[in-house]
Nanobody, 125 residues
Framework: QVQLIESGGGLVQAGGSLRLSCAAS????????MGWFRQAPGKEREFVAA????????YYADSVKGRFTISRDNAKNTVYLQMNSLKPEDTAVYYC??????????????????WGQGTQVTVSS
């Protein structure tokens, strides 16, 4: 089992940047593919970005492509989400997720077994 703790959320003006972090504890971090999802009020939780165990493959939602970057540091047991050019529609609770699955498409919520508690990101216009 792995425990996930997100940090780095907050209030930022449109056009600004934030970097989210997700620290993992428990089993070997490098065994997990990692993902970021978000959920806005009244909406379904949606995929944002994902990264494979080695970091060699990354995936992005079309809505964040070119603005957000996912990365991981396996030595620090941490995955990051750098968010630039933020828009009000990026406002949501952002969740970190982990899966032991390999060689699967990582954009589907059901592929992930472990979830963090979430961190709020609010972008003002």
């Amino acid at each position: 089992q792995v425990q996930l703790i997100e940090s780095g959320g907050g209030l930022v003006q449109a056009g600004g940047s934030l970097r989210l972090s997700c620290a993992a504890s428990g089993r070997t971090f490098s065994s997990y593919a990692m993902g970021w999802f978000r959920q806005a009020p009244g909406k379904e939780r949606e995929f944002v970005a994902a990264i494979s165990q080695s970091g060699g493959r990354t995936y992005y939602a079309d809505s964040v492509k070119g603005r957000f970057t996912i990365s991981r540091d396996n030595a620090k047991n941490t995955v990051y989400l750098q968010m630039n050019s933020l828009k009000p529609e990026d406002t949501a609770v952002y969740y970190c997720a982990a899966t032991l699955l390999r060689d699967v498409v990582l954009t589907t919520r059901g592929k992930y077994r472990y979830w963090g508690q979430g961190t709020q990101v609010t972008v003002s216009s």
